[in-house]
């Protein structure tokens, strides 16, 4: 059975940075592209950072710069590094396994099968 726990999150002042985890557990995560989302109030959940099993990144243009994707395959973790964060980042943050090890560049949601709880992240300006 596939768990993903999310963790990180939590209230900053505009400019500030947060790191944001996510174990993995029940399956082989190295072999696969993983990836952050995140969503807001009213809003569709929208990609973030992904990387793939070679550790190739792909950003969106909105945290490029920023954010800062890895992984730790010997512990079977995500994260996202983000700086300068903004109140436009305020959204409830998720990672989520690929289908394979390969990321396409569309983050698409649609390419993600399982899924962290989420942890919230708020930005005051």
């Known amino acids: 059975q596939v768990q993903l726990v999310d963790s990180g999150g939590g209230s900053v002042e505009s400019g500030g940075s947060l790191t944001l985890s996510c174990v993995v557990s029940?399956?082989?995560?190295?072999?696969?592209?993983m990836g952050w989302f995140r969503q807001a109030p009213g809003k569709e959940r929208e990609g973030v950072a992904v990387?793939?099993?070679?550790?190739?990144?792909i950003y969106a243009d909105s945290v490029k710069g920023r954010f800062t994707i890895s992984r730790d395959n010997a512990k079977n973790t995500l994260y996202l590094q983000m700086n300068s964060l903004r109140p436009e980042d305020t959204a409830m943050y998720y990672c989520?396994?690929?289908?394979?090890?390969?990321?396409?560049?569309?983050?698409?949601?649609?390419?993600?099968?399982?899924w962290g709880q989420g942890t919230q992240v708020t930005v005051s300006s």
């Open positions: 989520a396994t690929g289908l394979s090890g390969y990321c396409s560049g569309s983050l698409s949601k649609y390419e993600y099968n399982d």
């Open positions: 029940g399956y082989t995560y190295s072999g696969y592209c």
């Open positions: 990387i793939d099993s070679d550790g190739r990144k």
